[in-house]
């Protein structure tokens, strides 16, 4: 399938659910309104709603905010994931003794964290950072744990024999074997970072993307809580976009997978 | 005729460039007794000797190449490299491997040119020297490729490139032609000869082609079959260097000393055969 018959399918496909939303939110079948505009708003006011968000410039600072904590918990999680996977991939008995202790933490739903790293962080960024931390970090260290154990034994056999020492062999075959297995789940990572911001911002804040989709809710303003989801559709696809091209400059020495190529 | 000495090799004036006495490797499983994969055997390479290791298909020919890498320690016997007892890795080896080993995160030119920079080469010395080591294995013009965008054969002569660019006394290599067609086999092993000539190093070649093994090498051994497979012919091949790895297939005297070790070699071949059947 060309590039352009694909996108037209992908509009086609958005402009009926727009279509089908706004016919049943505006033309009564029946004497009967399928989707009440009380629960459902209409495209055109939510539209219209994101124009004046951003024409009146305060959502920027929403933006920012979401962005920040997300950047944050993102370096935050990732760097302390390769840290913590690295040390137990290369000291056996380290990861014996904290292994069921990091699977309890890890299998905790990370929401019933939120009031606690409010009550110790505040109403501020950092809470909502803390939390994705804690979603970002077990994807980055799984990931890394992974790579540094499943380094090609032969590859390993052959960088010692050519005289590596444990420094160099770090850097030239560990550290790129950990660095792509972080980054293929790379998307995954900065999803659940952006996850924990926005959740976080839900639960209690004074700005951001969650902040803004709660308040709307609050006052049941449909419309406004429509427009903030599609502000944040299309914040995380820029953010993905973002992901994509870093990825595609840091993995080009692997195949491509037999989909990219289709 | 191609002499045939039986077992432990003729001890010669000067160090061995490689001597094995009487090494036994065993692999240990869970739950079962150890697999004594080579039983007590010994060989030996003279420096500037390129030695041949023939064998049915899992009998052990890549684990003694380990043990003589320094990779494996035997269970008992002795490893001697120069007249030294080898402790750790052989560091006077290169090693290609039977499976590709190049790494893949770097392209063509820093798999080869990374094999000096870890010596201490400055970096743009060792790139000038992999690129002339890339050439003469013939990918001079794929330089940027990462192993995953060359053939087969290409990666093996990255491989090749990386190994030879050290500059190791000892060459030790495990079916390097092993996954490629039959032509390109033999412009492969004419590469080889033709890179070994500049310097004879000491090499031990490990094939289960027994036609390479004649074309390329001074001395092929014979393994047997395994568990407690053993270095059970020694046959010295005195065909005149040097040798084109191609053409010397046709030569009458070929044929002879194929026939004679053939014979040796196809019984443990049928062994193996008959075990697993
Ligand atoms: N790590 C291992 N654990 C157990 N058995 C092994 C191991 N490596 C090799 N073997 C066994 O040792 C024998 C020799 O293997 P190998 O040296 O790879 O054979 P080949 O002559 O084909 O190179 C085989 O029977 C194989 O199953
Ligand atoms: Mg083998």
Request: glycine content about 10%.
């Amino acid at each position: 399938m060309s590039r352009a018959g694909l996108l037209s399918l992908q509009i086609l496909v958005g402009v009926v659910l727009l279509l089908i939303w706004h016919v049943g939110a505006t033309i009564p079948i029946f004497g009967y309104t399928l989707l009440p505009k009380f629960f459902f708003s209409t495209p055109i006011d939510v539209a219209s709603r994101v124009v004046q968000m951003f024409a009146g410039g305060k959502i920027w600072g929403h933006l920012y905010v979401t962005l920040l904590e997300t950047v944050l918990a993102f370096a935050i999680g990732a760097l302390g994931g390769i840290a913590i996977g690295f040390w137990f991939a290369r000291k056996p008995l380290a990861a014996a003794v904290f292994d069921p202790y990091l699977k309890m933490v890890n299998a905790l739903p990370r929401v019933v964290l939120a009031p606690i790293f409010m009550l110790w962080l505040g109403l501020g960024i950092w809470s909502k950072v803390a939390l994705g931390v804690t979603l970002v970090f077990f994807i980055v260290f799984f990931n890394v744990y992974q790579g540094v154990k499943e380094v090609s034994p032969v590859v390993l056999a052959n960088a010692r024999m050519m005289g590596m020492n444990e420094r160099q062999l770090f850097r030239h075959v560990y550290w790129p074997s950990a660095l792509s297995w972080m980054f293929s789940s790379l998307h995954t990572s900065v999803g659940f970072a952006l996850v924990g911001a926005v959740v976080g911002e839900y639960l209690g804040a004074s700005a951001g993307l969650g902040y803004l989709i709660h308040q709307a809710e609050g006052v049941f303003d449909t419309t406004g809580v429509f427009a903030g989801m599609v502000v944040l559709a299309g914040f995380v696809l820029v953010v993905d976009w973002v992901v994509t091209l870093v990825e595609n400059r840091l993995l080009h020495w692997r195949p491509q997978s037999a989909a990219a190529q289709a | 005729m191609a002499t045939v000495i039986p077992l432990k090799p003729a001890q010669g004036p000067t160090a061995s460039a490689v001597r094995l006495t009487d090494i036994a490797i065993e692999f240990r499983i869970k739950g079962r007794p150890p697999y004594k994969a080579v039983a007590p055997t010994s060989l030996a390479v003279a420096d500037g000797e390129f030695v041949a290791i023939v064998g049915p298909t899992g009998c052990g020919k890549s684990t003694l190449l380990n043990a003589v890498a320094g990779l494996l320690k035997p269970a008992a016997g002795k490893v001697e490299v120069y007249g030294q007892a080898l402790a750790g890795l052989n560091a006077e080896a290169g090693y290609l491997f039977q499976q590709d080993a190049v790494m893949p995160w770097k392209t063509a030119l820093d798999n080869v040119a990374i094999a000096l920079e870890i010596k201490g080469v400055g970096r743009e010395d060792a790139l000038g020297a992999a690129r002339d080591w890339l050439g003469r294995v013939g990918l001079g013009r794929f330089l940027d490729r990462y192993p995953h965008q060359l053939s087969g054969g290409q990666r093996k002569r990255v491989g090749l490139a990386q190994v030879l660019i050290r500059q190791p006394k000892i060459l030790l290599m495990d079916e390097p032609f092993g996954p490629l067609d039959a032509q390109t086999r033999q412009i492969m092993g004419s590469l080889l000869l033709d890179l070994w000539a500049g310097d004879r190093k000491a090499v031990l070649f490990v094939t289960h082609d027994l036609e390479e093994a004649i074309a390329l090498s001074d001395r092929v051994l014979i393994m047997s079959a395994g568990p407690e497979a053993r270095i059970i012919g020694d046959h010295r091949i005195d065909l005149a260097r040097p040798r084109d790895a191609a053409d010397i297939r046709t030569h009458p005297r070929f044929h002879d000393i194929h026939k004679a070790i053939w014979g040796q070699l196809r019984a443990e071949v049928i062994k193996t055969y008959g075990e697993e059947a």
